[in-house]
C-alpha cells in the first residue's frame, strides 16, 4: 500500500514539475514575443520619421 502511494506522489510531483516547465516555456516565448514586436515597432517609427 504504501508503494502504491508513493508513486502516485511521485505521478503527481512529475505532473506538477511538466506543467511547470511547460508554463516557464511559454512565459519565454511571451518575452522574446515582446522584444521582437518592440523591435519591430522601432524599425517602423524610424522608417516613419526618416519619410
Known amino acids: 500500500m504504501l508503494?502504491?502511494?508513493?508513486?502516485?506522489?511521485?505521478?503527481v510531483v512529475d505532473q506538477?514539475?511538466?506543467?511547470l516547465e511547460a508554463k516557464n516555456k511559454i512565459l519565454s516565448?511571451?518575452?522574446h514575443?515582446?522584444?521582437v514586436v518592440?523591435?519591430?515597432?522601432?524599425e517602423i517609427?524610424?522608417?516613419l520619421d526618416k519619410l
Open 38 to 42: 518592440k523591435q519591430k515597432i522601432e
Open 33 to 35: 514575443l515582446e522584444k
Open 29 to 31: 516565448d511571451l518575452r
Open 45 to 47: 517609427e524610424e522608417q
Open 3 to 11: 508503494t502504491k502511494v508513493m508513486a502516485e506522489l511521485d505521478d
Open 16 to 19: 506538477e514539475q511538466q506543467e
